[in-house]
């Protein structure tokens, strides 16, 4: 019996272990400077993933990549259900 080789090609790209503490800390960034009441949740998260892309953390195709339509239709849909209740109580 002879060696075996992988003859497929990597579906994904390694992972930048050397980035994940840069990803790590604009998370909890994100999180201490919202409950600090710095700014909304929003607005901070924003500038964390623009962190993200400009230090490369991920690349824009990985971050495309990454979104889902339905969990993005699932969260638009809880948001006109939360507005709604709130306005009408």
Known sequence: MGDLAAITDAGARAFRRGKAPLALFALFAVVALAAAGFAEISVLALVAVAA?????????????ASIDA???????????VGTGMQNTG
């Open 52 to 64: 993200i892309l400009v230090l490369r953390c991920i690349d824009n195709g990985e971050a495309w």
């Open 70 to 80: 339905s969990v993005l239709v699932l969260i638009f849909s809880m948001l006109i």
